[in-house]
Every structure is written in C-alpha cells, then in structure tokens.
C-alpha cells in the first residue's frame, strides 16, 4: 500500500484490475454523467478561510453519532455489488471500518449475508430499498432486526429504476450473461477472474442478491435478477411510516436533497438523514448534495445531518463539517480499495483520509470539529461574499 498516498490512486489501479463492464459500472453513473461531475464541482467552489496562530496541538477528529463514538467524521457508504469487484469486499469493508473505528453501511444490493457481515462487524449498518409490498416491508424489517442491526438506512431517491446507458455501453447487464466478451475480459484480466471470481465460485458458489428481501435473492445469472429493483414506483411516505412503527432501532433516510422532505423526514420520527443524490446514479441534472446542504441544516436544526456523492478528500470531509453535516460517507473510492487490496487496502484508504482531516484541521486552525462553521468558507465561483449556511454549531 505504501505507492497508494490518495484515493484518486485506488481508482487508477482498480481500472487496470477489473474487466471493463465492471469498472464501468463502478466509476460511471446515468445518462451524460452531470450530476457525477457536479458533486465534484461542487466542492472546488468553496474555499476555507483559515485562522493562524492558534495552539492546534490537541487535534481530535472523533465524533459521536447517535450515542457511538468513531473516530473520524467519514463511513463507508453502500455499495451494490462489491464483492464481485473485490474477493468478499462487502466483508472487507465491513471488517476495515470496525478496525478503523468509521461506520460502514452495508447494501442490500450485497452479495454475502447481511448476517455474516453484522457477525464480523458488530455495529454495521444496513441500507434497504423499499419493498415492493408491506408484506415483504415487514418481513424485511424483521430479518434486519433478527440480525441485531443497530441501525436501518432507507434509501428513497430509488424508486424509479433510472436511465443507465453507461452500463450499456460498457457491456454490464444484471443478471451477468456469458458470452464472449465476458471470456475475452477474464482472460485479459487474470488478477480478477482467478482472485475475485474464481475465488468466489469455488469457495461460496454463484454469488446471489442475499438481503433485498427477507429471502435469498435471485443469482448473478438469473434471469430475473433485475427484478429485485424494481416495481417500487407506488411508494410514498406512508411506507416510511409503516417501517418507522415496526422498526425499533435507529431510522436514517438517504437520498434526500429538499428541505421540505428532510422535514417530513424528521416528522415521520427519522432520526437521522444522509442527503445524497446516489452518487450521480440515479436523476442527473440533480443538485449535489453539498449545495443542499446548509438549507437542509437551516430546515433541520439539531437533527443529524450526512451526507455523500463525491467524497475524494479530507478538505471535502471538513467542507462538507462546516456546512451542518456530522459526517460524510465515502463510496466508489472504498470499493476501488477492497478490489486493490482487500481489508488491508481500505484500512489504508481510511487512514489516508482521517491523515488529511488531521493535517487540514491544523492548517484551519482548530481543535475540534463542532468548532468549525460557515465562517471558515468562502464561494470562490460567485464572488468573495460570506456563505450563507445553516447554524453554527455550539
């Protein structure tokens, strides 16, 4: 790991690992890729104004999140499909963020059971996305809460599956389909084929969808792998009501990125919001989450806010701190580090960002992170004017 000194160097050498229909899925997004781009330029138009000569030397970047302490304001976000990337990446992940002392959010697009990860990793959450009926809602819900998972993410920006002409263009299809490209990319692509897949088939057998339903998923072959993502247009809030009264433990909502649903959010008893725009995966043209951010704070004072969609530095991290969010989750970088390396690789991934967030808060001119705001900020793109953001934190 030592020639890995940034995130952006995962990235480099996953794309040289991986057969191109799955680096494409990985790194690619919808339709022209806007809101993929934007959520990094969005942080390019902010600039910390930074304050000197203050006695730095008890830096601490530990936070506390619904009553747990982590080390580090970043997490892992859920990532579909991770352990066909890397050799059992949802478990390595998983086992990397306990090591690190992060939250890790494991997907319900994941292909090793979600108890087998929460075994490994006490302490890791779980993403669902809706069921399709109240029936499976329920049983759903149930199975999580059998799996002593403290914390559910409801993902709610997934109801429409979305236009992805990327994974066409690249040759990704779920359910996957033998055929001569994909022979012509393992043999072009050994690493993969014989230490990721062959690995995989040999010791745990066809991978399957294992948690977007109370039952086994469908296979990566299976014809009807698609479905399992789909049928969800019908929902609305009444479906987070209903899961809000059977779930017993802590409620985060991903996806959001209005203020007026962040409130109806908190209304309906969430407590916790993750505001994302799926990483660019879902509606491009969508805002990025850093620019929703601060008036999501302002509609949602005391609440705790996070947040992910482009996440690449320590800078961004602490950026995205003194705009309201208590944390920002990393996602496309992580599973760049597990395919790489393994555990091993995203510890060291992990230690790379939580290395700069130390640098960079001394270089602000802070101790602590609830000492950063607004003020530490200034838009570069339009004009030299102070930010307006939500509350400063006490």
Excluded at 131 to 155: H, I, W
Excluded at 180 to 185: E, G, N, S, V
Aim: aromatic share 6%.
């Amino acid at each position: 790991m030592r020639g890995f000194l940034s995130l952006a160097d995962f990235e480099a050498a996953a794309r040289r690992r991986l057969p191109r229909p799955l680096f494409g899925y990985v790194a690619g997004a919808t339709e022209d890729n806007a809101s993929l781009a934007d959520n990094r330029a969005a942080f390019n138009e902010l600039g910390f104004v930074p304050r000197v000569l203050r006695n730095v030397s008890q830096r601490s970047q530990s936070i506390e999140l619904f009553g747990v302490r982590y080390e580090s304001p970043v997490g892992i976000a859920p990532m579909g499909i991770s352990s066909l990337t890397g050799y059992r990446g949802d478990l390595a992940q998983a086992q990397a963020a306990r090591e690190c002392g992060v939250p890790m959010i494991l997907s319900a697009a994941s292909l090793v059971r979600l108890e087998e990860v929460v075994e490994v990793a006490p302490g890791a959450w779980f993403q669902i996305y809706m069921p399709r009926t109240l029936e499976e809602m329920r049983a759903l819900v149930e199975r999580v809460s059998a799996a002593n998972v403290s914390t559910l993410v409801v993902t709610v920006d997934s109801s429409v599956v979305p236009n992805r002409e990327n994974n066409m263009r690249n040759g990704f299809r779920t359910p996957l389909r033998p055929n001569f490209q994909l022979l012509r990319d393992g043999l072009t692509h050994p690493n993969w084929s014989l230490f990721t897949f062959l690995r995989t088939l040999l010791r745990h057998g066809m991978p399957h969808f294992e948690n977007a339903s109370a039952q086994r998923g469908e296979p990566l072959l299976s014809r009807r792998a698609n479905r399992d993502f789909s049928g969800r247009e019908h929902l609305d809030w009444d479906a987070i009501r209903e899961i809000r009264a059977r779930w017993k433990g802590r409620l985060v909502i991903k996806g959001i990125l209005h203020p007026d649903d962040a409130a109806t959010a908190r209304n309906l008893g969430a407590d916790g919001i993750i505001v994302s725009n799926h990483g660019g995966r879902q509606l491009d043209g969508s805002v990025s989450p850093m620019r929703m951010l601060a008036p999501i704070a302002e509609a949602c004072p005391a609440m705790p806010l996070m947040i992910d969609s482009g996440f690449r530095r320590g800078t961004d991290v602490l950026k995205a701190i003194a705009l309201g969010a208590a944390c920002a989750f990393i996602g496309r970088p992580m599973n760049y580090a597990a395919c790489v390396g393994g555990q091993a690789g995203v510890e060291h991934a992990i230690g790379l960002v939580k290395a700069e967030i130390h640098a960079d808060m001394g270089l602000l001119g802070v101790n602590r992170l609830d000492e950063l705001g607004p003020e530490f900020l200034r838009l570069l793109r339009f004009g030299p004017g102070e930010l307006s953001a939500g509350p400063t934190r006490a």
